[in-house]
């Protein structure tokens, strides 16, 4: 990091209009200067690019400046279009980012726990890619303003801006000079937390001359430069418990010399407006109209491939004091940056716009900037989104009602004549029926993620994913219903009371088989990894049949004299090998598959494989101990185990905390079918669990086995996004144990 310093006077620039100072203030919470423009040269055309330096005081209130950097770069070639993008942060802002505490975050409205899993990974392992954190800090200087951090330069000379940066993917050069061309403009500069900006300052200097060259080709264009500085109130509204803000900012050159700037400050949670100002230049006279009665309205959205976060990217933005209607068209769909902290990402990009002012048709360039779409406020919210998801991917491959062409593509071509009519009632209705009933869809969002992690895109494994995880499940919740005799699944009939034992039999049976189709048809799999995914799929239901069956005899052969046995011969760490298998073999399975189409080293899949195991059989164990929580979160009856005679390793684990007397109680009301029925029995038989102490011992025995396997995993992937978000994922499934 380096201080402030007064910097030789430079001969100044001949031409142009005079500048004011853009030198730092460094009392300001944030400051940055942001450059965009376009230019053309021989073989390169209509090109677009923004540079956005920013400065952060780290120091708190009260204490000295004390500096922190971080920057933001795009171009785009609108041509291919080909889109590059680079987030650069320095190791102070990392550091003081590490050193918080989700509580000491401004007391915004995110989620808590996602916080937390940000900051934890940050902790340990550095800033998530695509961002890159360096060591070194840039050298700030004033009177006039020089910044230079590796191979990005700005700098003020009289009436003209010189900039220099390096293309992310090419490292071809870029180095312009912008000429001011008219008067720097006054945006707002107004009192602390005041105004449509909040408590900043804006000036801008909407129109400059762009010369210079790229990879030593001459170029010439247009740019536009705001410098800004302020406080938290830009994006953190204090006065309304600490809620994030969000912008949507448009730039706008028109061909007939006028620049227009329109910015609707919102809530980004509700998408509630808080502010909204729009300013119209006359060319280069000190002509400016401003309004503050505007509309702007999204007509199309994009939805980006790797944060799954939906940006409005075209608009209509209605002026009524012009009579202007003007449209914008984003020059490519995806421009979008990564953002260092809880606000993951940001659209800015180029475009351009059309349409008419008093009745006269415009066009010309514009930037637009949409900020605050990626905040998670409720984690479980975000999750919600991915229920929806993978219902119509799996609708995709298995419709509710499926037609001759579908059915020749599970089954082939018919040697006689097929009955598709059968097909939809004993298997497509069965199954979409359970599925209607949305459960959390925890374990699709569990492989994306894991398979992100381990550095793969979703992009056309998603179908394959979904269906493998979601569709398995369905047939295993419908045969552990038949198994445990219950009566109820998702607030309604469980499938084979609806339909019948046979046909839940048999659907739940297909369930598990269909996913294999899709293996086999797929055009992104190598035929070596199709083979791999079988051999681990068929592995895991194994496994997970074998668990159920130790399930099944316990219960099923349980009387106090073998319970004594049992417990004398190990049977707790035998409880946890099942759940190994029952439950863990599904995470473990998908894990192992994810790890194979991401072509991970044997380090990563072994660890990830571990860590997958780990968390479901500490989910399993967490499941145990809620089964004996009162609370309206949990979705089963209080003491359902001991009623069914479930020999759990709560259970288990209470027998060998309490006294004599009480452990042998406790073993007759597990192992009495008749007693079992006697509902002050099982109020009885609850109660004795609960004053073991048993349940928070589990707990944290079940919390340390998942932590302990979670840091061994991240410490073989490397910081990113995705890797975030499942840790938090997990952490949501182990400390709540939603019932799915």
Known sequence: MSKIEKSPS???????????????????????????????????????????????????????????????????DPSVPRHEAHSRIDRALLN????????????????????????????????????EAVNDSAELSSSPLRIAWRDLQFSQNGGCFDLEFASPQSGCRHSFTLRTRGPRRTVERIGEGSGIWGGMNY???????????????????????????????????????????????????????????????RDSRTGKAVGRRAIIWHGHSARATQIDAFEIEPVRRW?????????PVAWKIRIPSLDADLEFEPAADNQEIAVFGPSRSVWEGAGTVRGTIAGMAVRGHARGEFHGYGYI????????????????????????????????????APAWKHEIAAFNETIAAPIWDLIRRKGKCWRPAFVMMMLEAMGKPIGPYELLLCVATELTHTGALIIDDI????????????????????????????????????IDSHKHLTDGQKLRLHEIMMKHFVRAHFGQGLDIYWSANATPAALEAWLADSLMPKILQMYAYKTGSAVAGITECAAVIAGASPEVTEAATAFSRSFGVAFQIIDDVHNFSESPKWRKSCGEDIAEGKVTYVICAAMRRLGHADRTRLMNILCSREGRKDPSMIAEGTDLVRRSGALDTCKKEALAMFHDAWDIFSGRVPSSEPKILLHCLCCKMVELAYEV
């Open 303 to 311: 939805e980006s491939e790797g944060t799954r976060i939906e940006y």
């Open 203 to 265: 000036f801008t200097y909407p129109d400059l001359e762009l010369a210079g060259d790229v990879g030593g080709t001459p170029v010439r264009g247009r740019a536009w430069l705001d410098h800004q500085w302020g406080d938290t109130s830009w994006y953190l509204m204090k006065s309304s418990g600490g809620r994030l803000l969000g912008w949507d900012w448009f730039g706008i050159n028109l061909d007939d010399g006028r620049d227009l700037l329109v910015c609707a400050r």
């Open 377 to 412: 406020f409720d984690f479980q919210e975000y999750l919600d989104r991915f229920a929806g998801r993978v219902a119509g991917r799996i609708e995709e491959f298995f419709p509710k009602s499926v037609d001759e062409k579908r059915y020749v593509g599970y089954v082939g």
């Open 96 to 131: 003081y980012w590490s050193a918080k505490k989700a509580d000491e975050i401004d007391a915004c409205n995110l989620d808590h726990d996602l916080l937390t899993s940000f900051l934890k990974e940050i902790g340990e392992h550095g800033a998530p890619r695509p961002i």
């Open 483 to 518: 198994e445990d005799r219950s009566v109820m699944r998702r607030g309604d009939a469980s499938i084979h009371l609806r339909y019948g034992l046979d046909v839940a039999i048999n659907a739940a049976n297909a369930a598990y088989f269909m996913p294999s189709l899709i």
């Open 10 to 76: 430079a001969g100044a620039c001949t031409g142009g209009f005079p500048a004011a100072d853009e030198s730092p203030n460094d009392e300001s919470v944030i400051e940055w200067w942001f450059v965009q423009g376009r230019f053309s040269g021989t073989g390169l055309s209509n090109h677009s690019f923004m540079i956005s330096l920013f400065r952060h005081n780290i120091a708190g209130k009260g204490n000295p400046p004390k500096t922190a950097f971080s920057s933001l770069l795009s171009l785009l």
